[in-house]
């Protein structure tokens, strides 16, 4: 009798050491499953995150604005600086290799060197290097200039046959005390060649923040 009791008591202890071995493995395998999960979620996160972020970049990339010009005086430059201001754009400006000094600027002077340069359309004014990549990183660009006898500066005759503005939107504004800009518009849209060109606008010397919004609201651009 004693020997059956005795063979019971130890079948009874392997079966309850068995159970509790099975619930602990079943326990690591849980933890483990867990932690994988984890792992593996954040890995995914952090992907989507930085795919958004890379995304959210090139977008603002394609959609980058600028405003280039040429102000032999000071007086283009600021309605530039206004434009870029009101635009958030990144402001240029076109420096001649050869500044323009007053004598060079006498509207009465037939020799003076921009009546001369003004008379010859062939004549293309040297510029100093653009630090920008502007046929890659702007999708929208402001080109400003003074109205000089009527037309653009030959200064910019040299800046639009310098560069591929496929697929970009120009927008031409001029400075001047009463021509209008639409002569020196036709002729840098036919100069450029390429480039969605839209209607341009003269300023004055004194145009206000508001005038510039108010022309902007009024553009076809984002």
């Known amino acids: 009798m004693k020997k059956i009791i005795s063979m019971l008591l130890i079948s009874i202890f392997t079966v309850l050491g068995l159970v509790?071995?099975?619930?602990?493995?079943?326990?690591?395998?849980?933890?483990?499953?867990?932690?994988?999960?984890?792992?593996?979620?954040?890995?995914?996160?952090?992907?989507?995150?930085?795919?958004?972020?890379?995304?959210?970049?090139?977008?603002?990339?394609?959609?980058?604005?600028?405003?280039?010009?040429?102000?032999?005086?000071?007086?283009?430059?600021?309605?530039?600086?206004?434009?870029?201001?009101?635009?958030?754009?990144?402001?240029y400006e076109i420096v001649p290799k050869e500044p323009y000094t007053d004598e060079d600027?006498?509207?009465?002077?037939?020799?003076?060197?921009?009546?001369?340069?003004?008379?010859?359309?062939?004549?293309?004014?040297?510029?100093?290097?653009?630090?920008?990549?502007?046929?890659?990183?702007?999708?929208?660009?402001?080109?400003?200039?003074?109205?000089?006898?009527?037309?653009?500066?030959?200064?910019?005759?040299?800046?639009?046959?310098?560069y591929n503005f496929e697929g970009k939107t120009i927008i031409p504004f001029c400075t001047s005390g009463s021509s209008g800009i639409e002569s020196s518009s036709a002729n840098l849209v036919e100069k450029a060649g390429t480039g969605n060109w839209l209607s341009g606008n003269r300023f004055s010397g004194s145009a206000t923040e508001d005038e510039i919004k108010n022309w902007i609201s009024g553009l076809e651009i984002d």
């Open 20 to 91: 509790g071995c099975g619930e602990e493995s079943s326990n690591n395998e849980t933890v483990s499953t867990k932690e994988i999960s984890e792992a593996e979620t954040s890995t995914v996160t952090n992907e989507v995150e930085t795919s958004d972020i890379q995304d959210t970049a090139d977008e603002s990339s394609d959609e980058k604005m600028l405003v280039i010009y040429f102000s032999a005086t000071g007086t283009t430059k600021g309605v530039a600086e206004k434009i870029a201001s009101v635009t958030g754009a990144d402001l």
């Open 105 to 162: 600027l006498n509207y009465n002077d037939d020799g003076s060197r921009a009546t001369k340069e003004q008379n010859d359309p062939d004549v293309r004014p040297e510029y100093e290097d653009i630090q920008l990549d502007i046929e890659n990183d702007y999708s929208t660009i402001f080109i400003g200039y003074p109205i000089w006898w009527g037309q653009e500066p030959r200064i910019m005759d040299t800046f639009v046959e310098s």
